[in-house]
């Protein structure tokens, strides 16, 4: 049985979302919260890569033997790879400010769940 | 008993059981009070709009709400106490939206 | 052809010179002095610009320059793609120059009073300010939807960034529940970018509704609803709406007075901004006027109503400036041109009068270090012409004649009439009425009662700076109060172009 790669890298990435969203809702440790995050922003980013795969497509770079219309034809559409770039570097910043936060929290508190350093203080 | 003692009297029972120690002075009474009848007439108004659907259904929603009022008095100090700053609360209340919206959204836009 | 370089210039400059700030460590001097400069420009470049578009490396649309187009096969000159836009395009109307001016004052009187109370200006607090300021300025200006989700996650950093900046007690703790939360939001709001591109293989907003209304993409489609409804979410974190509108508010009261006058300007336009591009592209459903309508109200009454059980009086105004977006939402959610200049309005009237009151009550914060109204009285002694000022600030946020606000709620309450909703108009007279009494509560009670025994007012002079940013904002106040054309005039065109 031959599996549709597209289509089980949605499935991919679905789940990945699912359990990003899981992990941010129900984990209490803020490290395992946050790899929830990162999954989820994974999630998306696979989500980006296979809705730009093109089945027999070539990479969008203009070599000179190529005519203009062939490659119109075959070249895969570079604009979601381009999007994929950009959200990583925007998700790798973000993880940097949330573990610094966390680092510091956890030298002020000595804990990492969440239950405990990010409840209501009632203020 | 005055019907502000009533509201005092129920207002210290709730904060007792979510074992919050504040004192329930006359502002902390006369605002919860304010704000709670500013929620349910709110909430009033905004469901006399449901006519533009149908007009049994008003009433039918208006005499409901009210009965939850009423029975369900008072609101505010509840709800206080649901938005709290507590992150995994606020988290839960995301996620929750989160599917309300994309539901509401997928079934409205096929349905109105 | 009309490429304007201007138009760049609004958000490269304040990114220039945040970076630039950055390098001049311990230079306090020299920062000072750039800082005002970049700031006194700010709200003039809008002013200078001519509208029109920007295309960034000249990547007009191939129709619009033929020279372009030569040599290419009738594949690409023959369809769609002759029209599309190839690259970054930034759009400048009449309406994006009043908030653009509008956002650059906030930002020069926000800089302007953080230079003169701080005795030390160096560090990233005038950097982030800056960097919040250029990726709002982009959001306003972007057609570009991703573009726009870039410059949505800047701000968001940035907004953390002033929060973290602060040095308020349990800062660190809403700083890092704001950013886990907008990491759910963020990707999802990509998510539902991305969607669109795969649906109609743009992210240029103009290019998709082409591809929306030429019936070249089934406009009901469940992927594009949901999207819409993902779009919508993120929509929701941006802006502070329910469910973010505890976080939004506790975010307010972590930053210095400053810091909030700037960030709930930042909320307000970046509120204004996607909502504007989620009515551009799905108003073709009635859903999303009937979604819009319904957060609004939900968030009016939840705003409102929790901020009158508040003590913080930071966290009061946190919670009465979300519930004042209720009423742009309304504006925009009622689908008329007439509904939507009036929430366009309301946007600008909003954006003034709450920087004005975070940097009004934020005086007591510089007198006392106090911000918990049990705590505070008889302030009214200690500085009488202030507390006149945030009185005054008080009363154009419920909608007193003849100050701003006032025409702006009059409007929305008309559009609402007139669109067969009378209801809405009521909960509106409704909620202004609260509005003022919770105003009038924590005005009572920190400036009026008499003063607590333990309360020691310390005694450093409020800076001139302060009151003159408090009187400039008073004069906006009262400018579009009595003049409303000027601000209506220039939105109206927008407005009519959504309908």
């Known amino acids: 049985m031959v599996i549709d790669s597209q289509l089980m890298s949605f499935f991919t990435a679905g789940s990945l979302i699912v359990i990003g969203i899981f992990a941010a809702l129900f984990l209490d440790n803020l490290i395992k919260k946050i790899i929830g995050l990162a999954f989820l922003g994974d999630g998306v980013n696979l989500f980006i890569i296979t809705m730009g795969y093109k089945p027999g497509g070539i990479v969008y770079i203009f070599l000179p033997d190529m005519t203009i219309s062939n490659f119109a034809q075959t070249a895969a559409y570079p604009l979601p790879f381009a999007l994929v770039l950009t959200n990583i570097v925007i998700g790798a910043s973000t993880l940097a400010v949330i573990l610094g936060l966390v680092m510091v929290l956890n030298k002020r508190h000595g804990s990492l769940s969440a239950a405990k350093i990010l409840r209501d203080k009632g203020e | 008993m005055s019907f502000y003692?009533?509201?005092?009297?129920?207002?210290?029972?709730?904060?007792?059981?979510?074992?919050?120690?504040?004192?329930?002075?006359?502002?902390?009474?006369?605002?919860?009070?304010?704000?709670?009848?500013?929620?349910?007439?709110?909430?009033?108004?905004?469901?006399?709009?449901?006519?533009?659907?149908?007009?049994?259904?008003?009433?039918?929603?208006?005499?409901?709400?009210?009965?939850?009022?009423?029975?369900?008095?008072?609101?505010?100090?509840?709800?206080?106490?649901?938005?709290?700053?507590?992150?995994?609360?606020?988290?839960?209340?995301?996620?929750?939206?989160?599917?309300?919206?994309?539901?509401?959204?997928?079934?409205?836009n096929l349905n109105v | 052809m009309d490429m304007n370089v201007l138009i760049a210039v609004m958000v490269i400059l304040p990114i220039a010179s945040a970076l630039f700030l950055n390098l001049l460590h311990k230079k306090d001097r020299t920062i000072k002095?750039?800082?005002?400069?970049?700031?006194?420009?700010?709200?003039?470049?809008?002013?200078?610009?001519?509208?029109?578009?920007?295309f960034f490396g000249g990547y007009v649309p191939l129709a619009q320059d033929p020279s372009l187009a030569q040599g290419l096969p009738a594949l690409i000159t023959g369809s769609q793609l002759f029209q599309f836009h190839l690259g970054i395009m930034y759009v400048f109307s009449s309406a994006k120059q009043l908030m653009?001016?509008?956002?650059?004052?906030?930002?020069?009187?926000?800089?302007?009073?953080?230079?003169?109370?701080?005795?030390?200006?160096?560090?990233?607090?005038?950097?982030?300010?800056?960097?919040?300021?250029?990726?709002?300025?982009?959001?306003?200006?972007?057609?570009?939807?991703?573009?726009?989700?870039?410059?949505?996650?800047?701000?968001?950093?940035?907004?953390?960034?002033?929060?973290?900046?602060?040095?308020?007690?349990?800062?660190?703790?809403?700083?890092?529940?704001?950013?886990?939360?907008?990491?759910?939001?963020?990707?999802?709001?990509?998510?539902?970018?991305?969607?669109?591109?795969?649906?109609?293989?743009?992210?240029?907003?103009?290019?998709?509704?082409?591809?929306?209304?030429?019936?070249?993409?089934?406009?009901?489609?469940?992927?594009?609803?949901?999207?819409?409804?993902l779009i919508v979410f993120g929509w929701l974190y941006a802006s502070g709406l329910p469910p973010f509108h505890t976080i939004k508010s506790a975010v307010y009261s972590k930053a210095l007075p400053h810091g909030s006058a700037l960030l709930q300007a930042f909320s307000v336009f970046t509120m204004v901004a996607i909502g504007i591009i989620i009515i551009r592209l799905f108003s073709y459903?009635?859903?999303?006027?009937?979604?819009?309508?319904?957060?609004?109200?939900?968030?009016?009454?939840?705003?409102?109503?929790?901020?009158?059980?508040?003590?913080?009086?930071?966290?009061?105004?946190?919670?009465?400036?979300?519930?004042?977006?209720?009423?742009?939402?309304?504006?925009?959610?009622?689908?008329?041109?007439?509904?939507?200049?009036?929430?366009?309005?309301?946007?600008?009237?909003?954006?003034?009068?709450?920087?004005?009151?975070?940097?009004?009550?934020?005086?007591?914060?510089?007198?006392?270090?106090?911000?918990?109204?049990?705590?505070?009285?008889?302030?009214?002694?200690?500085?009488?012409?202030v507390a006149l000022l945030v009185l005054l600030a008080g009363l154009a946020m419920a909608g007193v004649p003849p100050l701003n606000a006032f025409q702006s709620k009059?409007?929305?309450?008309?559009?609402?009439?007139?669109?067969?909703?009378?209801?809405?108009?009521?909960?509106?007279?409704l909620l202004s009425i609260v509005t003022f009494m919770t105003f009038m509560k924590a005005f009572y009670t920190i400036y009026m009662r008499p003063k607590p025994k333990e309360l020691e007012v310390l005694d450093n002079t409020i800076p001139r700076s302060t009151v003159i940013s408090l009187v400039v904002f008073l004069i906006v106040c009262l400018t579009l109060g009595l003049f409303p054309e000027i601000a209506t005039n220039s939105l109206q065109t927008l407005a009519a172009g959504l309908v």
């Open chain 2, 5 to 108: 003692d009533v509201i005092l009297n129920k207002i210290r029972k709730i904060q007792e059981k979510a074992g919050e120690d504040e004192p329930v002075t006359n502002v902390t009474a006369s605002t919860m009070l304010t704000a709670e009848l500013t929620l349910i007439a709110s909430v009033l108004i905004a469901v006399v709009m449901v006519r533009l659907i149908h007009p049994v259904l008003m009433i039918i929603m208006v005499a409901a709400i009210l009965i939850i009022v009423f029975t369900a008095m008072p609101i505010m100090p509840r709800l206080r106490r649901e938005q709290n700053d507590d992150l995994n609360n606020m988290m839960f209340y995301v996620v929750v939206a989160l599917g309300v919206i994309v539901a509401l959204f997928y079934w409205g």
């Open chain 3, 33 to 54: 002095i750039i800082a005002i400069i970049t700031a006194i420009v700010l709200p003039i470049i809008p002013l200078l610009t001519p509208y029109g578009s920007h």
């Open chain 3, 100 to 229: 653009i001016f509008i956002l650059g004052l906030i930002t020069f009187f926000a800089i302007f009073t953080f230079i003169n109370e701080s005795k030390r200006p160096s560090g990233v607090y005038a950097f982030l300010m800056f960097m919040g300021t250029a990726s709002v300025s982009a959001i306003l200006l972007s057609d570009d939807i991703f573009n726009l989700f870039v410059f949505f996650e800047i701000a968001a950093l940035a907004q953390v960034g002033i929060v973290i900046a602060s040095g308020i007690k349990n800062n660190y703790e809403t700083a890092l529940k704001y950013i886990l939360l907008g990491n759910i939001a963020g990707p999802l709001l990509l998510l539902g970018i991305v969607m669109l591109l795969g649906i109609t293989g743009n992210v240029n907003v103009t290019d998709m509704i082409f591809t929306l209304k030429n019936g070249y993409v089934n406009p009901q489609s469940p992927e594009l609803l949901i999207a819409l409804a």
């Open chain 3, 285 to 385: 459903n009635p859903f999303t006027n009937i979604a819009i309508i319904g957060i609004s109200l939900i968030a009016m009454i939840l705003g409102i109503t929790m901020a009158i059980v508040q003590t913080d009086y930071k966290r009061i105004l946190g919670y009465l400036a979300v519930g004042e977006l209720g009423y742009i939402g309304i504006g925009l959610g009622l689908g008329t041109a007439f509904g939507i200049t009036a929430g366009l309005f309301q946007a600008v009237n909003e954006a003034v009068i709450t920087a004005f009151l975070f940097i009004g009550f934020g005086t007591i914060l510089y007198k006392t270090r106090i911000s918990d109204t049990r705590k505070l009285g008889g302030m009214m002694y200690v500085n009488p012409k």
């Open chain 3, 410 to 429: 009059l409007m929305l309450i008309q559009a609402s009439i007139q669109s067969g909703l009378p209801e809405l108009g009521i909960i509106m007279i």
